[in-house]
T-cell receptor, first 110, second 114 residues
Framework: EDKVVQSPLSLVVHEGDTVTLNCSYE??????LLWYKQEKKAPTFLFML????IEKKSGRLSSILDKKELFSILNITATQTGDSAVYLC??????????FGPGTRLSVLP | GAVVSQHPSWVICKSGTSVKIECRSL??????MFWYRQFPKQSLMLMAT?????????EQGVEKDKFLINHASLTLSTLTVTSAHPEDSSFYICSAGGGDYEQYFGPGTRLTVT
């Protein structure tokens, strides 16, 4: 059965902290792994990862994929209250379907 | 955990026909369901918010007469693409939840219009 697991499910930190969110997966036909930030409505796309070991970076956010160990991490440095959201990991199962993880709820306290 | 299913997972239809996609919350009741369209750059576009027992709220730019949404029960919402055209070919994904931050995503439905 295809599945995506995220950890932790919930995280509370203070502004300025660095956080690492984890996503592991088991799917039949991996094409890419995607990270989204969800606040109120539609998730905001963050990264798409297809190759192992290549870090993608956008401002204070970065992500990397390990296709051998079947996981990805999302790092957020110098967190801000505006980073509070649910971070979703999803795997594109080669056009057959998308498998979403349960999300990690991040709360950043001032 | 909460499970959301979609049916069908893949549908191919001819231009001009209508297609109905179902979104079901299998083990919980969802007062709100959301319909998204997946674009080639992997961003999810929110199409509409479906509330049980009331009319859906469509996002700007989404044709409500073309994308008919019905949320007749707490476990089922349907999206009907009317008079489908090739440009409607896409992945349609639904999510269901009871609160702002609690959304559970379905696996998506691939629509191919020939």
């Amino acid at each position: 059965e295809d599945k995506v697991v995220q950890s932790p499910l919930s995280l509370v930190v203070h502004e300025g902290d660095t956080v690492t969110l984890n996503c592991s997966y088991e799917v039949t036909n991996f094409r890419s792994l995607l990270w989204y930030k969800q606040e109120k409505k539609a998730p905001t796309f963050l990264f798409m990862l297809t190759s192992s070991g290549i870090e993608k970076k956008s401002g204070r956010l970065s992500s990397i994929l390990d296709k051998k160990e079947l996981f990805s991490i999302l790092n957020i440095t110098a967190t801000q209250t505006g980073d509070s959201a649910v971070y979703l990991c999803a795997v594109d199962n080669y056009g057959q379907n998308f498998v979403f993880g349960p999300g990690t709820r991040l709360s950043v306290l001032p | 955990g909460a499970v959301v299913s979609q049916h069908p997972s893949w549908v191919i239809c001819k231009s001009g026909t209508s297609v109905k996609i179902e979104c079901r919350s299998l083990d919980f009741q969802a007062t709100t369901m959301f319909w998204y369209r997946q674009f080639p750059k992997q961003s999810l576009m929110l199409m509409a918010t479906s509330n049980e027992g009331s009319k859906a709220t469509y996002e700007q730019g989404v044709e409500k007469d073309k994308f008919l949404i019905n949320h007749a029960s707490l476990t089922l919402s349907t999206l009907t693409v009317t008079s489908a055209h090739p440009e409607d070919s896409s992945f349609y994904i639904c999510s269901a939840g009871g609160g702002d931050y609690e959304q559970y995503f379905g696996p998506g439905t691939r629509l191919t219009v020939t």
